[in-house]
Structures are given as structure tokens and as C-alpha cells.
């Protein structure tokens, strides 16, 4: 054990492991600077340990509940359907364990890279205090610090939460047994997922959401359908709902939403995350802080203080792991190949994992009229689409904005089956520029669901 007396000097320092860090830190190591990464509980990140990887793994679990109770449909007679949560459960832990430890040992094999298990804090702008997870202190020293810290699952100001047992995103994942009602307070993506995923595990499913619609980023018309969706999943969904108190009594969960009592055995608060930057001690640094403590970075991830960078969730960017790793590549290009990226320009592609799959790129439409553009919209029911007919999964929509006088795609919406990878194709078109005639003329593999692009973009709204 070190002395806390003493300082080790590094050439860098990263203060989390998100996947934004790990490759960052491979990257230092890789271009021979000694590198010291700071982890304070697991390798990997949000996305590995309570994210992307976890979810969408469980997210499986529910899309396989609800094709099987569909069998009819298809002329496939099953039996009767019960959901077992531990093996869920424990699917989804092995994948994420496989996950964690085989990034894990290739952090640990990596030359020049030193992985520490501890909690970090700064003590100046060039010093880092951790204190070791097995006990003790070491103080590191480094002339560039970069904060990979992330962000956790935020608690709302809301009357009583803190005296019942609520559960978070992260909680949620390890219940041993399907909840008999999941009260949902918040709409967002997190929320979204988990209701119609415990829905198709058998809950009873109410979401409780304060906004006028759900997915609030989105337009109206891909609210609304997203809305329906799920009410057709048997989900109780409440819009303009302001949640007031919450108590319990027994086994019930009472929440109290505008004046009406909502009884539930379980309640799952998703309304957004908070940054992880209050334990960092960034005013030992002269590190700024926005109000809702992300840390601002200019466009080359540069916070206030020179030599100290913010990558992924904590710089208040797109909460996303593409952008997380994007980021690290703006910092590799920058740092270490001294190149000029930045973020300026940088599309931001997501999917919500819902079913049928929300996959969004570029401007919705209030952003394209909020920017005064001149846009085209095309619009067609995903019920068009040949692969999903055959397939069963005509739910949802798709759309398309492209520039009226260039006829080069602004942004798309895709609510249907695999959403998401059909948005990627768009994305692709919009990447290399394609104007939308060079997809509407396309010969693409029949019946694969690329092909909706045909036909989309003969379905110009007039």
C-alpha cells in the first residue's frame, strides 16, 4: 500500500471506466504515456453494468414472452405461459459478467496502464486523491485528467419517496420475482422500456408521466402512436399527471397523482439521471459545473480548466454509449494523432428499445421548422412494408424529412420492426450525402425491410 504521503506521477489520469475511458485508456498506453484508470466499482461502465447490455438482454426475455403468447397468431399452439424472473435474471447477469470481466483482463494486460479500484477526488488541477477500495489512500499526479464518470439514476423531490422502497433502473433488475403492478413514474426512454418489458413478464403496468406526451423530445405524431402501442399492450398509460405524495401501506405503494390514489406492489422512479460529478471535489480543481452539475465542455471536450477533459454522460451531452466512444475517438484524434475533431456537426443516431423499435436520426420536425428550414415529409405506415405483413409486426410507422431543395435527407423516424436498423441505413445516406432519389431508386434485397426504402419516399405528404 502506498502512502498517501506520496505522490506517483502519471502522464495521464482517467477517472472512470465507461466506454468512453477504456479505449481511451488503451489508447494513452498505446502511445506510451503512463496511464492510471480509476474505477470506483466495476469495469465497463453504465452500459455494460446497468444499461444497454443488461436491459436489451432482458428486453429479449420479453419479446420471446410476447411471441409466444402470439403462437396462435402464427398457427403455433403453446402451452400454458409462465415467466420465470431468476433465470432471466441470472441470463442476463452472465452475459454482463462476460462482459465486465473480458474487458476487465484486457485492461490489466494492457502495457503502461495501471488499473486502480477506488473513488477518486481531486485535491488541485493536477492531483487526484483515491481512496482504495481495500483500504488505504494513493495520491496520483498527472498533467492531463480526463473524467469518464458517468451518471446514476436520479431521485425527484417527490413527497414520501424516500421513506418506501423504490426501485431505480438499476434495482428493478434484480427483483427475484415478477411485480403484481409496476407503477412507472416518468415517460422517458427508461421508463418506457421497463413498463411494456414487465408487461409481457405479466405485471399489471401503469405509467404515471407529468408531460403532455411521452418521449418528449419526439414529435407528436411519433408520441402518440408510441402512446397507443402500449396501451395496446394492456399498459395504463396517465399524460399531464402530476405525481403529488407517495406512502405505503402494507404491501401497496400508494401514489397520490392528481388527487386520485394509484395502488401498486411496486413503484420504478425513471425521471432522468443525475452526474456523478458531486463526489469529484471539482472545486479543488477550479473545475465549472453547470446547474444540474454536468460539466461543460467546449467542443473538443475541454472543460474551463486546461489539461482536464469531461468525456460521456457527465458532460451533459447525448446520454448515449456511441457518443461516449465518440467522444473518446475526438480525444485520440486530438491528443494522440494530433488531429482537429471536435463535436460540432456530429449526428446523434439512438433507438428505443421498445416493440416495435423507435430508431431517430437528425432533426425531428418541430427542430427542422424550429430552424425556419424548408423540408419535405415522407410518411408511410409500416402496415406497407412486405417483410413486416410476412412477419406479423405491421405495428408503428416511418418518416423521413429531406431538404426541399436539395433532396438531401434532415432526419428520420422509424416505429416499427428493427427500427433501428433501418434508421441506420438513413443514417448511412445521410453520412454520403445521398439525396433521398438515389434510395427511392434503389435495388435492394426483397423481401428485407431495407426495401421500405422504396416505397417511402414515394409517400411525399402534399
Not at 37 to 66: D, F, Q
Not at 178 to 198: A, I, K, N, R, T
Not at 221 to 235: F, H, P, S, W, Y
Request: aromatic share 6%; with cysteine; glycine share 12%.
Amino acid at each position: 500500500m502506498t502512502s498517501m504521503s506520496t505522490t506517483e506521477q502519471y502522464q495521464a489520469i482517467v477517472i472512470g471506466s465507461g466506454q468512453g475511458g477504456n479505449p481511451l485508456c488503451g489508447a494513452l498506453a498505446g502511445a506510451g504515456l503512463r496511464t492510471a484508470l480509476v474505477e470506483r466499482k466495476h469495469v465497463g461502465g453504465t452500459c455494460i453494468n446497468e444499461g444497454c447490455t443488461p436491459t436489451k438482454t432482458m428486453v429479449a426475455s420479453g419479446r420471446v414472452a410476447y411471441l409466444a403468447r402470439r403462437g396462435a397468431d402464427y398457427g403455433v399452439q403453446t402451452g400454458t405461459l409462465s415467466v420465470d424472473l431468476e433465470k432471466v435474471r441470472q441470463r442476463k447477469q452472465a452475459i454482463v459478467d462476460s462482459f465486465r470481466g473480458g474487458g476487465q483482463a484486457r485492461l490489466e494486460k494492457t502495457a503502461n496502464l495501471e488499473l486502480i479500484f477506488g473513488e477518486a477526488r481531486f485535491t488541485s488541477a493536477r492531483t487526484v486523491q483515491v481512496r482504495l477500495n481495500g483500504g488505504g489512500e494513493r495520491t496520483l499526479t498527472a498533467d492531463r485528467i480526463f473524467i469518464n464518470a458517468g451518471a446514476r439514476p436520479a431521485v425527484p423531490p417527490l413527497a414520501g419517496l424516500r421513506d418506501v422502497p423504490y426501485l431505480d433502473s438499476t434495482s428493478i433488475m434484480e427483483l427475484a420475482a415478477v411485480p403484481e403492478h409496476l407503477l412507472v413514474l416518468g415517460g422517458g426512454y427508461v421508463g418506457l422500456e421497463f413498463g411494456q418489458m414487465f408487461r409481457r413478464f405479466g405485471s399489471r403496468v401503469t405509467i404515471v408521466h407529468s408531460g403532455l406526451q411521452l418521449l418528449s423530445r419526439e414529435d407528436s405524431d411519433v408520441a402518440e402512436q408510441v402512446t397507443g402501442i402500449l396501451r395496446e399492450d394492456g399498459i395504463e398509460v396517465l399524460l399531464a399527471a402530476k405525481a403529488e405524495r407517495v406512502t405505503q401501506s402494507g404491501n401497496q405503494i400508494r401514489l397520490s397523482v392528481d388527487g386520485r390514489e394509484i395502488a401498486g406492489s411496486h413503484l420504478l422512479v425513471s425521471t432522468g439521471r443525475t452526474p456523478n460529478s458531486d463526489s469529484l471535489n471539482l472545486a479543488a480543481a477550479g473545475v465549472s459545473t453547470g446547474s444540474r452539475g454536468f460539466i461543460p465542455v467546449n467542443a473538443k471536450l475541454e472543460t474551463n480548466v486546461e489539461g482536464i477533459y469531461a468525456l460521456g454522460d457527465i458532460n451533459g451531452g447525448p446520454a448515449f454509449t456511441h457518443i461516449s466512444y465518440d467522444d473518446f475517438r475526438i480525444l485520440r484524434t486530438n491528443l494522440i494523432e494530433k488531429g482537429n475533431a471536435g463535436t460540432e456537426g456530429r449526428l446523434v443516431p439512438y433507438t428505443v428499445y421498445i416493440d416495435p423499435q423507435l430508431g431517430r436520426i437528425g432533426l425531428s420536425e418541430n427542430e427542422a421548422r424550429a430552424q425556419g428550414r424548408k423540408f419535405r415529409v415522407a410518411r408511410m405506415p409500416m402496415s406497407y412494408v412486405a417483410r413486416a405483413l410476412e412477419t406479423g409486426e405491421t405495428r408503428g410507422f416511418m418518416k423521413a424529412l429531406v431538404d426541399a431543395g436539395t433532396e438531401q435527407i434532415l432526419g428520420a423516424a422509424v416505429l416499427g420492426v428493427e427500427g433501428g436498423e433501418i434508421m441506420s441505413m438513413l443514417q448511412l445516406a445521410m453520412m454520403g450525402k445521398l439525396p433521398y432519389p438515389r434510395l427511392r431508386d434503389g435495388v435492394f434485397a426483397h423481401p428485407a425491410l431495407a426495401e421500405s426504402l422504396n416505397n417511402l419516399f414515394t409517400h411525399f405528404e402534399a
